[in-house]
């Protein structure tokens, strides 16, 4: 009989997903992983599109902001990754891989992908995954082998494989992500590295023997029930940590985004004293953390307002926060220069004495 954990799981991911189009590109319909990700959900309206970035009655279009939840369950594009880049990066990772999905299922009020795509972002995913693999091995293969530590890693060059989704969200519609921890598994100076806020614990049964790196974002309870919608609960994703170590993941921990508010820091400490009863002495001893401060944008903002108001009571404060032009022409806003610095002091202050055992990799 399946245990309880598995009809969870079946059940989380039903919630977040019920697709019932898939917009296609002809050409993402033909490789091996198109065809099983039209066969996956066979009963879905395929709609054929020419570009999975234009779109029209997904993206740009105002009207969208009243569905954005139900697009996001209900609505699968599959394209073709053309351009094939790894960007050097050297905060979360040393490079960032071709993306083999974008967009997400779940609805974080404070996800900088919808600012890109319009009124909407449901999961893109990418069928040629045969070419960004190979890709990323020859990409690793002319790095040679890392000539000294940096505060990404000590040894191996880290990809990020999930910069514009949710990789362990991306594992419930392909094996993209299988594919590519069995890839690094095999490269001998490199390896992988995601965010996530979705606790899937069929990716404990894959064997990655600690060349993928797992860093599950947290934030204090009255944030999360606020801010990360549809996410797996920050306590559940603290309960994950010793399995996804003891499975021969890397783990490391987000402390992202911090937003701050009254009570704030009352709140992390709370937080970080539930991480600390939580972890054994194996996944303590690995354990590494990003201390990421919340940057807002004027045009999500209005997105927001549109779908989710509550949550722009904390991320929008033009008291506590400085705008600054993005290359896009819009307006980001940060915590004012100043008092930033402060906030990011007393929070590394603080994980310092709650869990000195937790190396701060960086922290702005």
């Known amino acids: 009989m399946p245990s309880s954990s598995c009809y969870t799981q079946v059940n989380e991911g039903r919630r977040l997903l019920d697709i019932r189009r898939i917009y296609v590109e002809p050409a993402a319909a033909e490789p091996p992983r198109g065809k099983e990700i039209l066969e996956r959900f066979p009963e879905a309206e395929r709609i054929e599109i020419e570009a999975h970035d234009h779109i029209p009655e997904l993206y740009g279009d105002e009207a969208n902001v009243a569905r954005w939840v139900r697009i996001k369950t209900e609505a699968l594009v599959l394209g073709v990754k053309k351009s094939l880049t790894a960007r050097p990066n050297g905060r979360s990772s040393d490079f960032i891989a071709p993306s083999t999905a974008n967009g997400c299922a779940m609805a974080c009020a404070y996800c900088y992908v919808p600012r890109r795509k319009g009124y909407s972002n449901p999961i893109t995913v990418f069928a040629n995954i045969d070419k960004i693999m190979g890709y990323l091995g020859r990409h690793a293969g002319r790095q040679g082998v890392k000539p000294e530590p940096n505060q990404v890693d000590p040894h191996a060059w880290v990809y990020d494989i999930g910069e514009n989704s949710d ?10 992500v299988r594919d590519l921890v069995d890839l ?37 309870a009255a944030d999360a029930k606020l801010l990360d919608i549809r996410t797996t609960p920050v306590a559940d994703r603290i309960a994950a940590i010793d399995d996804f170590v003891e499975a021969g993941y890397e783990v490391h921990v987000n402390f992202s985004p911090v937003v701050v508010r009254d009570g704030w820091l009352e709140d992390w400490a709370e937080l970080l004293g539930q991480l600390d009863d939580a972890l054994s002495p194996a996944a303590r001893a690995q354990l590494a953390a990003e201390v990421i401060f ?24 033009p008291d506590l926060q400085q705008p600054k032009r993005s290359q896009t022409g819009g307006w980001n806003v940060r915590y004012k220069t100043g008092h930033k610095g402060r906030y990011v002091t007393a929070l590394t202050d603080l994980v310092a004495g709650k869990i000195p055992y937790c190396r701060v990799r960086y922290a702005f």
């Open 294 to 317: 919340l940057t807002h944008n004027d045009r999500l903002h209005e997105v927001n307002l549109g779908w989710h108001p509550k949550a722009e009571e904390v991320l929008w404060r």
């Open 184 to 220: 690094f598994r095999d490269l001998p100076n490199a390896k992988a590295s995601f965010a996530t806020k979705y606790v899937n614990r069929d990716l404990l049964d894959w064997d990655p023997q600690g060349r993928t790196r797992v860093r599950f974002s947290l934030m204090p």
């Open 167 to 176: 990789c362990s969200v991306d594992a419930t519609v392909s094996d993209n």
